[in-house]
């Protein structure tokens, strides 16, 4: 029986913020922190896709309307997401926790040496794989390649947003938005991203 690359992903993805809270004792920051890193390899890979899109059908001119609103939307999406824990985790110190996430050690090496270039390999064989070789580039038109990452960024503002105004009236627990971010994560990947 042949497994879906897809359910793979999935599965991967799904599993290094569970493992993270359960097994690390990583916080909701520590777990967020680690989504924005994979956002932000998701953000130059797009580039990289955009450019490559560019290339390929021969316009000389890119499309830098997009590329500035697609960084815009990550900014937006950075300062949403702090608002949400600053709500959510009352008192927390932004400064300690990014620093304790670089530094923090498991097998004796701080994370960050680890994670940021493992993240990025990741992305860049995902693009490889997903978007080179399949030759991806010809078929998909930069509109609507665009229109497909910005609904992304939509999509993950609204969510985090509702989470921001849930975190403002109610106390939830911190394994409820980790699963929250689990699941919504994972439901894009099956049910949005495209293929």
């Given at each position: 029986m042949k497994l879906n690359p897809k359910i793979i992903q999935?599965?991967?993805?799904?599993?290094?913020?569970?493992?993270?809270?359960?097994?690390?004792?990583?916080?909701?920051?520590?777990?967020?922190?680690?989504?924005?890193?994979?956002?932000?390899?998701?953000?130059?890979?797009?580039?990289?896709?955009?450019?490559?899109?560019?290339?390929?059908?021969?316009?000389?001119?890119?499309?830098?309307?997009?590329?500035?609103?697609?960084?815009?939307?990550?900014?937006?999406?950075?300062?949403?997401?702090?608002?949400?824990v600053a709500v959510a985790v009352p008192g927390i110190d932004f400064k300690k926790e990014a620093l304790a996430f670089w530094s923090y050690e498991d097998m004796g090496i701080a994370q960050g040496y680890v994670l940021i270039p493992l993240v990025l390999f990741v992305a860049i064989q995902r693009y490889r794989m997903e978007f080179l070789m399949r030759g991806k580039f010809r078929t998909v038109q930069s509109s609507i390649f665009w229109q497909q990452h910005f609904k992304m960024y939509f999509m993950l503002i609204g969510g985090v947003g509702l989470a921001l105004g849930i975190a403002h009236f109610v106390l939830v627990p911190e394994l409820a938005y980790v699963l929250a971010a689990v699941v919504s994560t994972t439901a894009y990947t099956l049910y949005f991203k495209p293929d």
């Open positions: 999935v599965a991967a993805d799904a599993a290094i913020p569970l493992m993270g809270f359960f097994l690390w004792e990583w916080s909701l920051y520590f777990i967020l922190l680690f989504y924005l890193l994979d956002l932000l390899a998701s953000e130059i890979i797009a580039h990289l896709s955009a450019r490559k899109i560019h290339e390929y059908n021969g316009q000389k001119k890119r499309e830098l309307k997009q590329a500035m609103i697609s960084m815009m939307l990550f900014v937006v999406t950075l300062f949403v997401v702090h608002v949400f």
